[in-house]
């Protein structure tokens, strides 16, 4: 956000989480207002459920209230909150999350991610990343997004042996480099207590697609989705006629599905500094003709957006009960098991289970959440489903379980399955298939053709 400090920048040392170093951003309430209004009309805009915000002032709460505030004014009371993480490590600037109470909910407490975790952070040159997990409203389902700010790649870190390589990456690629492998180090060991695989990385980590920390990222199953979804050709920031983009979206494996889109709004890397919030070298004439309350050049990074359509998931679970053998397997796979076997699927999943009787046994049907005599049918996943498959004994293979034929005077030794042993005109197997009795000739299938 290009400094949000709501301690005005007149030159005292009276900003940041301990009041004791400079401010920055607006030098005057005037410009802060312009600056403020500008990010406002921005954030109104792109009306994100959650966003990640960078470059405001590390105080306790008054930074990131203020921004509540006015953005409420125009989207309504209580559109919008934020996550009340106080003050985060020791810069003058920290990043935020603010997000929408009537769509999203906080899971959990934030996790911070600095140098307690990992040495080889180096908190002091990359900034601390804030996690946290949300809930969406609508499917209840569950994601967590960590925004970041990594070292910027002008400024050395020659007090970690970490100098220009000049290799194109700027100074502190080691640095960026060593964040990133434990920023994904962080997220395996799911550092809010989530339970769920759903990551979003999000935020500036001052380094363009192909360098060496964003590999170190996508090396660990993340999805680069600005290069996804806008190709070679996606810039967020301009420096000296060049563009590129040094703010990414990464998201781990299972949350890739269920991203829908990704792109950059060209307000800020397009626009020409003269038509910021400042107010310095403008004339009374230019204080007005070269500004708006509009999203434009709000900042000096553009913004990016991701759409989400979170999975809901359902439990298959198949239990094999009866004293004969067999297997069940699905399509699509996760089901493949000779005893009892869970697997999850994405809400509406059709599923096909398939029943295998073993040698010298039958199936002899399906039970629980549904009951169905063939082998092969098709669950659709609208709830959770528990069902079982019954495999018995048919030591004469004739299609007939052998505790069928016992009780009903059959010989279980003996492939007797198209004898009519009631005369009824209806083979034993017609009967067994349709649960009529083969000894009464008044009791036989009325959908079947006597033989």
Same mark, same amino acid.
């Given at each position: 956000?290009?400094?949000?400090?709501?301690?005005?920048?007149?030159?005292?040392?009276?900003?940041?989480?301990?009041?004791?170093?400079?401010?920055?951003?607006?030098?005057?309430?005037?410009?802060?207002?312009?600056?403020?209004?500008?990010?406002? *009309?921005?954030?109104?805009?792109?009306?994100?459920?959650?966003?990640?915000?960078?470059?405001?002032?590390?105080?306790?709460?008054?930074?990131?209230?203020?921004?509540?505030?006015?953005?409420?004014?125009?989207?309504?009371?209580?559109?919008?909150?934020?996550?009340?993480?106080?003050?985060?490590? !020791?810069?003058?600037?920290?990043?935020?999350?603010?997000?929408?109470?009537?769509?999203?909910?906080?899971?959990?407490?934030?996790?911070?991610?600095?140098?307690?975790?990992?040495?080889?952070?180096?908190?002091?040159?990359?900034?601390?990343?804030?996690?946290?997990?949300?809930?969406? *409203?609508?499917?209840?389902?569950?994601?967590?997004?960590?925004?970041?700010?990594?070292?910027?790649?002008?400024?050395?870190?020659?007090?970690?042996?970490?100098?220009?390589?000049?290799?194109?990456?700027?100074?502190?690629?080691?640095?960026?480099?060593?964040?990133?492998?434990?920023?994904?180090?962080?997220?395996?060991?799911?550092?809010?207590?989530?339970?769920?695989?759903?990551?979003?990385?999000?935020?500036?980590?001052?380094?363009?697609?192909?360098? !060496?920390?964003?590999?170190?990222?996508?090396?660990?199953?993340?999805?680069?989705?600005?290069?996804?979804?806008?190709?070679?050709?996606?810039?967020?920031?301009?420096?000296?006629?060049?563009?590129?983009?040094?703010?990414?979206?990464?998201?781990?494996?299972?949350?890739?599905?269920?991203?829908?889109?990704?792109?950059?709004?060209?307000?800020?890397?397009?626009?020409?500094?003269?038509?910021?919030?400042?107010?310095?070298?403008?004339?009374?004439?230019?204080?007005?003709?070269?500004?708006?309350?509009?999203?434009?050049?709000?900042?000096?990074?553009?913004?990016?957006?991701?759409?989400?359509?979170?999975?809901?998931?359902?439990?298959?679970?198949?239990?094999?009960?009866?004293?004969?053998?067999?297997?069940?397997?699905?399509?699509?796979?996760?089901?493949?098991?000779?005893?009892?076997?869970?697997?999850?699927?994405?809400?509406?999943?059709?599923?096909?289970?398939?029943?295998?009787?073993?040698?010298?046994?039958?199936?002899?049907?399906?039970?629980?959440?549904?009951?169905?005599?063939?082998?092969?049918?098709?669950?659709?996943?609208?709830?959770?489903?528990?069902?079982? *498959?019954?495999?018995?004994?048919?030591?004469?293979?004739?299609?007939?379980?052998?505790?069928?034929?016992?009780?009903?005077?059959?010989?279980?030794?003996?492939?007797?399955?198209?004898?009519?042993?009631?005369? !009824?005109?209806?083979?034993?197997?017609?009967?067994?298939?349709?649960?009529?009795?083969?000894?009464?000739?008044?009791?036989?299938?009325?959908?079947?053709?006597?033989?």
């Amino acid at each position: 956000m290009l400094n949000y400090f709501d301690g005005i920048d007149t030159g005292s040392s009276d900003c940041g989480p301990n009041s004791d170093q400079d401010c920055r951003g607006a030098d005057s309430v005037s410009e802060f207002t312009r600056q403020k209004n500008k990010i406002v *009309a921005a954030i109104v805009a792109i009306d994100a459920d959650i966003v990640g915000l960078m470059e405001i002032e590390n105080n306790d709460t008054s930074s990131v209230q203020d921004l509540i505030d006015a953005i409420n004014a125009i989207a309504g009371a209580g559109t919008y909150n934020f996550v009340d993480t106080g003050t985060i490590g !020791d810069y003058a600037i920290k990043v935020a999350f603010i997000y929408k109470p009537g769509t999203v909910t906080l899971v959990g407490s934030f996790a911070v991610l600095d140098d307690s975790y990992d040495a080889n952070y180096h908190e002091e040159k990359n900034r601390p990343a804030l996690a946290q997990t949300f809930k969406e *409203a609508g499917t209840n389902q569950k994601f967590t997004v960590v925004v970041n700010h990594f070292k910027f790649r002008d400024s050395d870190c020659n007090s970690l042996g970490d100098p220009d390589a000049n290799d194109g990456q700027g100074n502190c690629n080691l640095t960026r480099i060593s964040g990133a492998e434990v920023l994904v180090n962080w997220l395996s060991n799911d550092p809010t207590s989530s339970g769920d695989t759903d990551f979003l990385i999000i935020g500036a980590l001052n380094c363009y697609a192909m360098e !060496d920390p964003i590999t170190a990222i996508t090396n660990a199953s993340y999805t680069n989705l600005i290069y996804s979804y806008m190709g070679d050709d996606a810039y967020s920031y301009g420096d000296d006629g060049m563009w590129g983009y040094l703010d990414h979206a990464l998201s781990s494996s299972t949350l890739t599905p269920q991203v829908t889109g990704c792109t950059e709004w060209h307000i800020n890397s397009d626009e020409p500094t003269v038509l910021d919030y400042n107010e310095e070298s403008k004339s009374a004439g230019q204080l007005t003709s070269l500004y708006n309350d509009d999203p434009y050049r709000a900042s000096d990074h553009d913004p990016v957006i991701i759409g989400l359509r979170l999975f809901s998931y359902n439990d298959l679970t198949v239990s094999l009960n009866g004293d004969g053998d067999g297997s069940v397997t699905s399509y699509p796979t996760g089901i493949d098991c000779e005893s009892n076997c869970t697997e999850t699927y994405n809400h509406l999943t059709s599923v096909r289970l398939e029943a295998q009787a073993g040698i010298g046994s039958v199936f002899t049907g399906w039970s629980g959440s549904f009951t169905n005599s063939n082998e092969t049918v098709y669950v659709r996943m609208s709830t959770d489903i528990n069902c079982t *498959a019954t495999f018995n004994i048919d030591s004469d293979l004739d299609g007939m379980p052998d505790s069928w034929e016992d009780a009903n005077g059959l010989n279980s030794s003996l492939n007797d399955a198209d004898l009519d042993l009631d005369g !009824d005109g209806f083979s034993n197997i017609e009967e067994y298939r349709k649960g009529t009795d083969p000894n009464d000739p008044n009791s036989h299938p009325h959908d079947f053709t006597p033989l």
